[in-house]
Nanobody, 124 residues
């Protein structure tokens, strides 16, 4: 069992930046690939970014590529999402998720554990 707690969301103006954190507890964090997803009001959840268990491989949605950076610190059991050049369309609840094993999946169904989410609101 893995428990995930996100933090770092908030209200920011367009063009601004935020860093989300996701702290994990329970099973060995370094055994899990980690992902970030988001869900805007009235929309389906969408993949944002993922990182392999060791941090050596990452993948991003086209909509955030070049603006967002996913990273992890296995010594702190934490995964981060640095978000730069934020746009109003980035407004959503952001969730982190954990997938046991290798790879860095982009599908929600691949993930085993989920956090409760943190709200990010970008004003124009």
């Amino acid at each position: 069992q893995v428990q995930l707690v996100e933090s770092g969301g908030g209200l920011v103006q367009a063009g601004g930046a935020l860093r989300l954190s996701c702290a994990a507890s329970g099973q060995t964090f370094s055994s899990y690939a980690m992902g970030w997803f988001r869900q805007a009001p009235g929309k389906e959840p969408e993949f944002v970014a993922a990182i392999s268990w060791g941090g050596g491989s990452t993948v991003y949605a086209d909509s955030v590529k070049g603006r967002f950076t996913i990273s992890r610190d296995n010594s702190k059991n934490t995964v981060y999402l640095r978000m730069n050049s934020l746009k109003p369309e980035d407004t959503a609840v952001y969730y982190c998720a954990a997938d046991y094993g290798f790879g860095y999946p982009t599908e929600r169904s691949e993930y085993d554990y989920w956090g409760q989410g943190t709200q990010v609101t970008v004003s124009s």
